[in-house]
């Protein structure tokens, strides 16, 4: 079975540190995606990566950056912690093989900035 | 960018009774998903339908697309108080980023033992 880990499950800063959230998938998988989830919102895509070292923001990548130096691991970075980043945040993976798109998500980031 | 919206926002029923969940979407697509969420929890994948097909299958779920009205359906037949969940609805643009998925918003069922 795919395995998707995310490093903590709920996490608290304050406003203006530096946050890292890891994320570790064990298929080999080429795609890897940081989505953010808020209530009435949906889920919103905020970066995503086809490959090591490469990255594409997407639809609201604003006050984020990713890293992506080995193939299983896709980190998230918030340089500034703000309170509007307050929110359930969800790594995802999938391959380019089997079933098309098909996206395996871990457990989930719920973080809170105070 | 929101693609699918998923009708009705929440539903609840009593187990043993079917449940509906509806999702409408705006552009061609490549394929259309299912996903489950339980509270709190990541995305659980469902089933997926591709473009030239019309119904699908698996264990209690039915899904249906009907790509000339751009809208899916997905069906649990026989809920039971573990279907409690979020359903979201997720499609692959015709010619956009490989991998690339657009999510509703999600429909939040309540089954009731």
């Known amino acids: 079975d795919v395995k998707v880990t995310q490093s903590s499950r709920y996490l608290v800063k304050r406003t203006g540190e530096k946050v890292f959230l890891e994320c570790v998938q064990d298929?080999?998988?080429?795609?890897m995606f940081w989505y953010r989830q808020d209530p009435g919102l949906g889920l919103r895509l905020i970066y995503f990566s086809y490959d090591v070292k490469m990255k594409e923001k997407g639809d609201i990548p604003e006050g984020y950056s990713v890293s992506r130096e080995k193939k299983e691991r896709f980190s998230l970075i918030l340089e500034s912690a703000s309170t509007n980043q307050t929110s359930m945040y969800l790594c995802a993976s999938s391959s380019l093989e089997g079933t098309p798109y098909e996206q395996y998500f871990g457990p989930g980031t719920r973080l809170t900035v105070t | 960018s929101q693609q699918g919206e998923e009708d009705p926002q929440a539903l609840s029923i009593q187990e043993g009774e079917n449940a509906t969940m509806n999702c409408s979407y705006k552009t061609s697509i490549n394929n259309l998903q299912w996903y489950r969420q339980n509270s709190g929890r990541g995305l659980v994948h469902l089933i997926l339908i591709r473009s030239n097909e019309r119904e699908k299958h698996s264990g209690r779920l039915r899904v249906t697309l009907d790509t000339s009205k751009k809208s899916s359906s997905l069906l649990i037949t026989a809920s039971r108080a573990a279907d409690t969940a979020s359903y979201f609805c997720?499609?692959?643009?015709?010619?956009?980023?490989?991998?690339?998925?657009?999510f509703g918003k999600g429909t939040k069922l309540s089954v009731k033992p």
């Open positions: 298929m080999d998988h080429e795609n």
């Open positions: 997720a499609t692959v643009n015709y010619g956009g980023s490989q991998g690339n998925l657009i």
